[in-house]
């Protein structure tokens, strides 16, 4: 066994979550097809991890073309699709040889894909840049593009999309929503639109794909609403164990720059897992941690390999016992929501070195 295997911090990645997170979204959702996404290495689960726990999802949606092979070569043979599309006209190519289709948000790709000779048609997701002003056609050269598209013998199919930047908040899809219809009056072809947040809350947004992201790995797009009001659970649980124990007295401190002091006398766990291993080192003492299966917090600043929790009220907690930083106990959220970040960045981050066991 490799030296580094026997560090006890590891990600265990359950696949029946998956599975059931994907049943929710599609109960949520029932008329809809299912483009799952799992770019970011399936959000720090394992592009080929997350996939098998979502197999029975319609589709899947990923960043590069690697990722679009690598899922065509393990045997998948759901639709495929590039969220950003190609960036050179020689993954025009092997994407038309792979049947993997594409997202199209620019004039550069569709003059790409009109000057190209392709063995086979590329199906398209039109992408309308309906007001995040990240990706997409404006409003509009919406309709220019989609009919450029539709005469062009590399395109085999056309869906249009737009994406949301605000459905997680109060202020909602109303205004992109209708900025959409607008550009796509006259347009018949099916509809791509929402993310997990519009998803989960806006059912006007439920059309022939959906692209849920987060809420498939059970963490919850919406500040402030816990991913278990939706009945979603996590994918994904980061355990360590206690490696060092510190009896500490009044007065004492914790950690590089001694962030946390003692006021009285306390007991302190030193947990192996670090900023290395992806935990945020922003958590500030007091974020939300569990050992042997009760919460506690963590203390002072997380150093790279290592962080401090408060054993002071759990009796019999030593080296050895059990640390979840987040999982069942400790959504990732909570977490997230301490160091002032989202769940999505914590899942993505989670580290190279940290070993990933599945569980069935
Ligand atoms: C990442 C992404 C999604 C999924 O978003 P979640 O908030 O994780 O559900 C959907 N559509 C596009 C275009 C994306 O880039």
Redesign the pocket.
């Known amino acids: 066994m490799p030296i580094s295997v026997m560090r006890p911090i590891q990600a265990v990645i359950h696949q029946a979550a998956l599975q059931h997170n994907l049943a929710v979204i599609k109960t949520c959702a029932p008329a809809s097809r299912v483009m799952a996404?799992v770019?970011a290495n399936g959000y720090g689960h394992g592009l080929l991890r997350a996939a098998a726990g979502l197999g029975s999802a319609d589709g899947f949606?990923v960043l590069g073309l690697q990722e679009a092979i690598q899922l065509r070569e393990s045997g998948y043979q759901q639709q495929l699709l590039l969220?950003e599309g190609v960036f050179h006209e020689a993954e025009l190519h092997a994407a038309a040889a792979g049947n993997i289709s594409m997202v199209v948000h620019n004039e550069e790709q569709l003059g790409m894909l009109e000057q190209a000779h392709l063995p086979t048609p590329v199906a398209v997701f039109v992408k309308l840049n309906s007001g995040m002003n990240r990706l997409g056609f404006h409003p509009e050269r919406y309709v220019g593009a989609v009919e450029r598209l539709a005469h062009c013998p590399n395109v085999a199919g056309i869906t249009l999309m737009t994406?949301f930047a605000r459905a997680d908040e109060a202020t909602g899809i109303d205004r992109p929503l209708s900025v959409f219809r607008r550009a796509a009056q006259g347009l018949n072809y099916p509809v791509s639109l929402a993310?997990?947040?519009a998803i989960l809350r806006y059912p006007e947004t439920h059309t022939d794909w959906i692209?849920?992201?987060?809420?498939l790995y059970g963490a919850t797009?919406i500040a402030n609403v816990p991913a278990r009001q939706f009945g979603l659970h996590p994918a994904m649980t980061l355990q360590s164990e206690i490696i060092a124990v510190q009896e500490l007295v009044a007065g004492d401190s914790v950690g590089y720059g001694g962030q946390f002091t003692a006021a009285a006398a306390m007991r302190v766990g030193t947990v192996a897992c670090g900023y290395a291993d992806g935990y945020p080192r922003h958590a500030p003492t007091g974020t939300p941690i569990a050992v042997d299966g009760r919460l506690t917090r963590t203390l002072g600043r997380v150093s790279m390999d290592m962080l401090a929790v408060d054993l002071t009220a759990l009796d019999g907690a030593t080296v050895g016992s059990r640390v979840e930083l987040w999982g069942e106990l400790v959504p990732v959220d909570a977490v997230a929501a301490s160091a002032g970040t989202l769940g999505?960045e914590l899942l993505c981050a989670v580290a190279p070195r940290v070993p990933v066991k599945v569980k069935v």
């Open positions: 996404v770019k949606a969220l994406h993310n997990s947040a692209r849920p992201g987060i809420a797009p999505y």
